[in-house]
C-alpha cells in the first residue's frame, strides 16, 4: 500500500510569489491534515479535513493560506503572496475513520524557501 | 511557553547501549500521547500511542511510560542500533480536537558505533 505523498519536495521561490504545494493521502483515508515546521521550532497544526471538508482550520497562519481538497481525495494549500516567514517544511498526514485515537501517517514533507 | 517540552534536546550514544528520553506537557485535559520518529529528510513515523488510561507502551526496542498525574512520559530505547539516529517527538493531544496533534520539539539522537 502506497503511504502519503507529496510533491514536489522542494521549493525554492521568491518573495510575493505564489506556490502550490500537493498531497496524496492513502487510499480511503478520509482525514487530511496538513502541518508545518519552520525553523528551530516544533510540528504545528495548520488544518484538518473530514472528505472534502474543512473539519478546523485554527492552525491556518492567515488568508495568504488557501488549503481545498475537492472531490475528498488529494488536497493542495497555496501560498499566496509568499513571505519570508513562510519559509519550512509542510508535512501531510492522512487516517482514517475508525477506533480513537486514530494513527495519522505523515508524508515526507515538502521543504519550502522563500528569498 | 510550549505545551509539551522535551528534553535533552540532543543526545549522543554508543551502539548498544539503552537510552532515556523525557517529555513533559501542560496540555489538559489529555487525551492521549504518541512517540514519533522522524529521520532526516522524511516525514515522522509513529512508535506508539497510549491513552491516559495507559502507563506503558512497547514497539520492540521502544517502550514508551506515561504518568497522566504528573503529566510525564519518557521512551527508553534498549539495545541501540545506528538506524535509531533519528529525532524523537512526543505529541500529545487534547479529548476536544484529538486529531489537533500537539508537537514537542523533539530529541536528536545520534548513536555512534
Not at chain 1, 44 to 57: A, G, R, Y
Not at chain 2, 29 to 47: A, C, H, M
Request: net charge neutral; proline share 5%; with cysteine.
Amino acid at each position: 500500500e502506497a503511504g502519503v505523498t507529496q510533491f514536489p519536495s522542494h521549493s525554492v521561490i521568491e518573495k510575493g510569489q505564489t506556490v502550490t504545494l500537493r498531497c496524496d493521502p492513502i487510499s480511503g483515508h478520509d482525514n487530511l491534515y496538513w502541518y508545518r515546521r519552520v525553523m528551530g521550532k516544533e510540528i504545528k497544526f495548520l488544518l484538518h479535513f473530514v472528505k472534502e471538508s474543512k473539519q478546523d482550520e485554527s492552525g491556518m497562519p492567515n488568508n495568504r493560506f488557501l488549503a481545498e481538497r475537492t472531490g475528498g481525495t488529494y488536497s493542495t494549500l497555496k501560498v499566496q503572496p509568499a513571505e519570508l516567514e513562510d519559509s519550512g517544511v509542510y508535512f501531510c498526514a492522512s487516517s482514517q475513520e475508525g477506533r480513537l485515537p486514530y494513527e495519522q501517517y505523515f508524508g515526507p514533507g515538502t521543504r519550502l524557501t522563500v528569498t | 511557553k510550549n505545551q509539551v517540552e522535551q528534553s535533552p534536546q540532543s543526545l549522543i550514544i554508543l551502539e548498544g547501549k539503552n537510552c532515556t528520553l523525557q517529555c513533559n506537557y501542560t496540555v489538559s485535559p489529555f487525551s492521549n500521547l504518541r512517540w514519533y520518529k522522524q529521520d532526516t529528510g522524511r516525514g515522522p513515523v509513529s512508535l506508539t500511542i497510549m491513552t491516559f488510561s495507559e502507563n506503558t507502551k512497547s514497539n520492540g526496542r521502544y517502550t514508551a511510560t506515561l504518568d497522566a498525574d504528573t503529566k510525564q512520559s519518557s521512551l527508553h530505547i534498549t539495545a541501540s542500533q545506528l538506524s535509531d539516529s533519528a529525532s524523537y517527538i512526543c505529541v500529545v493531544s487534547s479529548p476536544y480536537n484529538t486529531d489537533k496533534l500537539i508537537f514537542g520539539t523533539g530529541t536528536r539522537l545520534q548513536v555512534f558505533p
